[in-house]
């Protein structure tokens, strides 16, 4: 048909739903948006189309066949390439795991299988999702990168492969290239996505976090992941991302944000600030600039002990027994993540509650944090991924971050980023979906 791997993954559900197209119609036009595509983009890793047709076949009898149909029947997803897929590479971005093929599925594909999805491939993550940059450009310039560690993902959504896409954070990996790349991310509370199956890097901060170009399939996906069965609930599902915004539109009551600087604002660029300043000054009344409560002032080097002490941990292995095979960003990473002190690591995690009661005081009067979702545009080159300075202290909080692509600044994509309480993303996403639908028409 041409362009179904334009539209939303819920219009897809529907379509395919109401015989208005087929699974292998979708899955067709989105290997022919990757086979034009992907040799400028590098958005992938693995990618057999004739596996994805053959797939999408199966589901197509399935509904022909009456059988029950998940909330994503047919919809093909990307999964990023620390996540294992069944009989799929899986080799982490490192020739570490070269040839690696898993011979069995990580939970959160299992959930995404369950819920109907076909597995499209795995995406492009940067070395063992760490700091090292990846192949994978960025479809809004190709001169700039995409982001990391989620590089893949990012992209492949962003270009119109897939519209679906999973990703990992630890500091920024899914907030970060949303933010670049010109899509929606979601980095759920830590915990509430299965980490069976992938590679595991920081046991308190590691966070599976999903890609979409909407809020409502971002919402659709999300729930898939964290119900235990489709069984009883695929309608449910489906119906989520609308059900939670209608909610939102019927809600007379404006929301509250409290805009936050916080400590990493010193590391913005000019335009950053502008185009969030900007956005606040739109949102009036609905927006309150305020200071961070003083257990903040650390919360960056807290992250960055807990990061270094647990990656050292898990990492520390392949710099004791295939140093040559890693980069020489992420070995010297390795190397300094040594010297760490366990006085330094036990002090984060014991103030990490102290500061999460200070944020969840705050936004017992607010509906969500307001702040920027990177320091600025994409960075030009291949030197790096960006900073995450934005991003890892959420993370270190374990709290849920959407990022929506509602600012700009160079002519590029800047994500917006609203936090919210731990296990409250249902509320996040009907606050998302107002403050958008206000910027919009602002």
């Known amino acids: 048909m041409g362009d179904l791997n334009e539209i939303s993954a819920f219009d897809a559900v529907n379509g395919i739903r109401t015989k208005r197209f087929t ?32 797939e999408a076949k199966k589901a197509d009898q399935k509904q022909d066949q009456g059988g029950k149909l998940g909330p994503l029947h047919g919809i093909p997803v ?3 390439d620390v996540i294992d897929a069944k009989e799929m590479p899986g080799e982490h971005g490192s020739p570490i795991f070269a040839q690696r093929v898993p011979k069995e599925d990580s939970d959160a594909v299992i959930q995404l299988k369950n819920a109907g999805a076909i597995i499209m491939g795995k995406t492009v993550t940067t070395e063992m999702a760490n700091l090292a940059p990846s192949k994978t450009r960025n479809p809004r310039d190709l001169k700039r990168s995409p982001g990391g560690s989620s590089s893949g993902s990012a992209a492949s959504v962003a270009d119109f492969h897939v519209p679906l896409a999973l990703g990992t954070q630890t500091g920024g990996s899914v907030i970060r290239p949303a933010s670049f790349n010109g899509v929606y991310g979601l980095k759920p509370t830590v915990g509430t996505i299965s980490r069976n199956g992938m590679l595991l890097q920081s046991h308190t901060l590691d966070t599976i976090g999903v890609y979409a170009r909407n809020l409502a399939d971002l919402a659709i996906i999300n729930n898939c992941l964290i ?18 915004f209608k909610n939102w539109s019927k809600n007379s009551e404006t ?50 002990a807990v990061f270094a002490a647990e990656n050292s941990y898990y990492y520390g292995p392949f ?71 934005f ?20 002519k590029m994509p800047l994500g917006l980023q609203l936090v ?15 403050i958008e639908n206000h910027l919009k028409t602002y």
């Open 227 to 244: 119900v235990k069965s489709t069984d009883s609930t695929s309608e449910e599902i489906l119906e989520q991302g609308h059900k939670v």
């Open 391 to 410: 991003n890892g202290l959420w993370t270190y909080l374990g709290v849920p971050c959407l990022s929506l692509p509602l600012l700009s600044t160079e």
């Open 78 to 80: 990307g999964i990023k």
């Open 319 to 389: 710099l004791d027994n295939h140093s040559e095979l890693l980069s020489k960003k992420l070995r010297d990473r390795l190397i300094a993540s040594k010297a760490t002190l366990a006085s330094e690591y036990i002090s984060a995690l014991n103030a990490r509650d102290k500061i999460y009661h200070s944020l969840e005081t705050l936004l017992n009067d607010y509906d969500a944090v307001l702040c920027l979702a990177a320091t600025g545009a994409a960075p030009i080159g291949f030197e790096t991924t960006g900073s995450a300075i």
């Open 255 to 304: 929301p509250k944000f409290a805009f936050l600087e916080t400590p990493a604002w010193p590391e913005a660029d000019v335009g950053a600030k502008k185009a969030i300043e900007t956005a606040i000054t739109s949102l009036s009344s609905a927006c309150k600039r305020e200071r961070l409560p003083d257990p903040f002032s650390e919360i960056i080097d807290y992250h960055a």
């Open 23 to 54: 699974s292998q119609q979708l899955v067709a036009d989105c290997i022919t948006r990757i086979e034009r595509r992907e040799p400028s983009v590098r958005a992938w890793a693995h990618f057999d189309p004739e596996y994805a047709m053959a």
């Open 420 to 434: 919210g309480k731990r296990g409250n993303e249902r509320e996040l996403f009907g606050t998302a979906n107002w």
